[in-house]
């Protein structure tokens, strides 16, 4: 029978058990105390895929927004401001596409990608008009 490599890994992925989580060969196992009972999960690649675009995303709207945010105190948004910006979600989600497209296909340094995708989607959707 073949032994399982288990390693611990150095983050603790729970704040409410303070648990240090284990990937073996086999997958990722993480620890839960549900009704006060310790419960090993393991997740699937799938799982583990999803998880991690979902991290992903949530790091590329942090960089969209603080990017905003400096355009925002230079004037750079077409009329917009960076909270008009971000609660229009198909506008963000267009540009956090951009963003991904800027930094994976042409390797442009984050900020500038940010820059760059901001931009480019603000000028497609137009000078913000003042009714």
Known sequence: MAKKNNIKIGFVAS????????????????????????????????????????????????DIESVLEELEEDGDLYGYTADEIIADKELMGSIVSAYEKNRDKYDMEWHYAASEAIKNKLEEKGEKQND
């Open 15 to 62: 704040e409410n058990t303070g648990e240090i989580e284990t990937i073996s060969m086999s997958g990722f196992h993480i620890t839960r105390t549900i009704n006060g009972e310790k419960v090993d999960i393991e997740l699937t690649g799938g799982e583990i895929a999803q998880a991690f675009c979902f991290q992903e995303h949530i790091y590329y709207v942090s």
